[in-house]
């Protein structure tokens, strides 16, 4: 987790490849989760893992063969190999206007002070953010929406600043929307959100079209490491890749570093070939402070799920001699 003082020993982990200079890599045995791991699933991607209990636990979108969308909790000893649930979380909400079902997806999740955080983009008249938590991942609670439709990528930051609980989120559209820039939304009970800032905005190239939060970001001593998801549109699409920028520890809507690259974008055949072709969709990031190894979850072509590798200190670096802040 991004606190300072957590170590996670048992973090995922696999060197560089011999003979690359890469400041990011790609899991040899990728993709860790295939589409089929559950007889429901037509596909499993966009996911979220967290240290539980000495192992890891996760949420999970599995769009099913009806082609609804929904979360799946899951279990692993080592961070790679899981155990799926067939069925979706149930959500216990004491709210059934708000608690009715349309779809759920691209799950975050993240330990803040004594239980388990659950941020989603949820149907609600229009995709929104869905909020939730759980203290032991048996049971699951809906809070409320934290926002109006339309918007998607809403990510917590793992412990209060100033007070105040903080979440990233990318305003957008009921469709592929053609644009999206990164805002911070901030409350003091989860239920209530505002004070909302404009983070980033779309650059050119890899990140021209639409941005979006990914992994919850990292606590470094220099700002909060944020990894986020950048859309170029191609002649066959949207491309999506993900790169990092730097934010202010305490004024996290100001943008210290910010890669003008980006870290990762579809090359593998796991990347480019599946339900949504040329989608690289980083949605966790496990962290071992003291080794400064990072695991990164994502999605690969809305049908996988894939682990890439790096270590702090060299994101930091990089960014410093790429960032066009
Ligand atoms: C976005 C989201 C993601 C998906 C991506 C590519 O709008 O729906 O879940 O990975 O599109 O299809």
């Not at 979360?71 to 709210?95: A, C, K, M, V, Y």
């Not at 809070?143 to 957008?172: C, D, H, Q, W």
């Not at 700002?223 to 999506?240: D, E, Q």
Request: charged share 15%; glycine share 8%; net charge negative.
């Amino acid at each position: 987790m991004s606190d300072l003082n957590n170590t996670l020993p048992n973090i995922p982990w696999e060197d560089r490849p011999a003979g690359s200079s890469a400041v990011i890599w790609r899991y040899s045995a990728n993709p860790i989760i295939p589409r089929d791991l559950i007889p429901s699933a037509n596909s499993i991607f966009n996911s979220a893992a967290v240290p539980f209990n000495g192992t890891f636990a996760g949420v999970f979108r599995c769009d099913n063969q009806k082609r609804e969308m929904n979360l799946h909790r899951g279990f692993s000893q080592d961070g790679i190999t899981w155990q799926l649930d067939n069925d979706p979380i149930e959500w216990l909400s004491d709210n059934p206007e708000i608690g009715r079902y349309q779809y759920r997806y691209d799950p975050r999740v993240v330990w803040i002070e004594d239980r388990y955080w659950v941020s989603w983009c949820n149907g609600y008249h229009g995709p929104t953010i869905g909020l939730g938590y759980t203290y032991d991942f048996e049971q699951f609670h809906f809070l409320e929406n934290a926002l109006l439709p339309f918007n998607r990528n809403g990510v917590l930051f793992p412990r209060r600043i100033n007070g105040k609980y903080v979440m990233l989120n990318r305003p957008s559209d009921n469709g592929h929307t053609p644009f999206g820039d990164i805002y911070l939304s901030q409350s003091y009970d989860m239920i209530f959100w505002g004070q909302h800032r404009f983070v980033m905005g779309t650059r050119g190239g890899w990140q021209s079209t639409k941005i979006g939060a990914g992994p919850v970001p990292i606590e470094t001593p220099e700002g909060w490491l944020l990894f986020y998801h950048g859309v170029l549109t191609s002649c066959n699409g949207f491309v999506y890749a993900f790169g990092a920028a730097l934010l202010d520890l305490d004024e996290p809507w100001r943008v210290i570093y910010r890669g003008a690259p980006y870290l990762l974008s579809p090359q593998t055949y796991y990347e480019c070939v599946g339900d949504v072709p040329n989608v690289a969709f980083p949605c966790a990031a496990l962290v071992d402070p003291p080794s400064g190894r990072v695991a990164i979850y994502y999605g690969g072509a809305d049908t996988v799920t894939a682990l890439a590798f790096c270590q702090i200190d060299e994101i930091l670096a990089w960014l410093k001699t790429n960032s066009q802040a």
